[in-house]
């Protein structure tokens, strides 16, 4: 749940929490700033971005261990890139399928556990401000 004074929705309302106060931050629907999943990242990294509508920047998930990107179910725009780079055991990106608009660029690459006809399925169903790429992912 979260609580009124925990703006960023981290669980965290002490002081030492600063950007509770930022009011870029605004409510837990759009989630401000870049995130990234980064070397030996799991699905306990992606429960802060679950209730996340919109990230008002970039998302990055390179080099993980995750499988799936389930906890990404209800996001709907990245205003900036998203990027899945790097990670052998993600076989699945239907938690993507409410996301209809990447701001930025598409980059999806070197993902052998994904399937190359999921990635395209995504592409084709996004609206995207940038560049859209995708290579070396699974054949399937």
């Known amino acids: 749940a979260r609580l009124d004074d925990d703006r960023d929705c981290d669980g965290v309302t002490s002081a030492q929490d600063c950007d509770d106060l930022n009011s870029a931050i605004g409510d837990c629907t759009h989630c401000a700033g870049t995130y990234q999943v980064g ?24 080099t993980s261990a995750l499988g799936h990107l389930d906890e990404l179910g209800q996001l709907t725009s990245i205003t900036g890139d998203l990027i899945i780079y790097g ?34 399925g995504l592409q084709n169903s996004l609206s995207i401000g940038g560049l859209s790429h995708s290579a070396a992912n699974g054949p399937c």
């Open 39 to 62: 070397s030996g990242g799991t699905t306990a990294d992606l429960i802060s971005l679950s209730s996340c509508l919109s990230v008002g920047g970039n998302l990055e998930i390179g």
């Open 87 to 120: 990670n052998p055991n993600l076989s699945d990106i239907s938690g993507l399928s409410q996301l209809s608009t990447v701001g930025g660029n598409l980059m999806i690459w070197d993902n052998p556990s994904l399937c190359q006809s999921s990635v395209v």
